[in-house]
């Protein structure tokens, strides 16, 4: 079955820089990537997603990259804020039954 | 903003009770699943329901597991005899179609075996 890895598993940042998590998969059979951000004590939520038609798709500050022959894609995260600290994850899917995750970065941005 | 809703927000059982997690789905929804999360661990799928049964299901989703829609409305998880590994955050998620579609996610019931 697919096995998501991701890291890191924490990372610090100071306000306004950059930050980038990475994501490999094992199932060349996975067509879509999206990317969740998990607040304390909350479900996650969709960010931004990336299916396997297409390299890169931006959203304001957020972009993710995919590079299939890889199999891996990654999440950046531009101009970061405090508000941006939360708990992201990766997840991959085959078909419509599930998604399957990566371990989570804690993304800790400092004022 | 459509939501997914679950009930209660936080469930505390004896040892090898039964334990029953509510989730009202997004209306015009479809599809729907069970998620769970060991604190400080990946979110882990554990069941798939489409169009009234399980589609797919997980090594974890053992008989004690069950999933139902009793009223149509209402996206029910049991736990019939419930462990102390079972205490975790379970997550409602649905989509409006299966493939490869946005899954929106409840807040979550935590719940504590004791």
């Known amino acids: 079955g697919e096995n998501v890895e991701q890291h890191p598993s924490t990372l610090s940042v100071q306000e306004g820089d950059s930050a980038v998590i990475k994501c490999t998969y094992s199932?060349?059979?996975?067509?879509?990537f999206p990317w969740y951000k998990q607040e304390l004590g909350k479900g996650p939520q969709l960010i931004i997603d990336?299916?396997?038609?297409?390299g890169e798709k931006k959203d304001q500050r957020i972009a993710v990259t995919l590079n299939k022959t890889a199999k891996h894609f990654s999440l950046h995260i531009t101009e970061t804020q405090p508000e941006d600290s939360a708990v992201y994850f990766c997840a991959a899917s085959g078909g419509f039954q599930k998604l399957v995750f990566g371990t989570g970065t804690r993304l800790l941005v400092s004022p | 903003e459509p939501e997914v809703t679950q009930t209660p927000s936080h469930q505390v059982t004896q040892m090898g009770q039964e334990v029953i997690l509510r989730c009202v789905p997004i209306?015009?929804?479809?599809?729907f699943y069970w998620y769970r999360q060991i604190l400080g661990q990946k979110v882990e799928f554990l069941v798939s329901?489409?169009?009234?049964?399980?589609?797919?299901k997980s090594e974890i989703f053992d008989d004690q597991f069950s999933v139902e829609r009793p009223d149509g409305s209402n996206f029910t998880l049991k736990i019939r005899s419930t462990k102390l590994e079972d205490s975790a955050m379970y997550f409602c998620?649905?989509?409006?179609?299966?493939?490869?579609?946005?899954?929106?996610f409840g807040q979550g019931t935590r719940l504590t075996v004791v």
């Open positions: 998620a649905t989509t409006i179609q299966g493939l490869n579609t946005e899954a929106f």
């Open positions: 199932d060349s059979a996975s067509n879509y």
């Open positions: 329901f489409y169009n009234n049964e399980i589609s797919e």
């Open positions: 990336i299916r396997s038609n297409v």
């Open positions: 209306s015009n929804h479809l599809y």
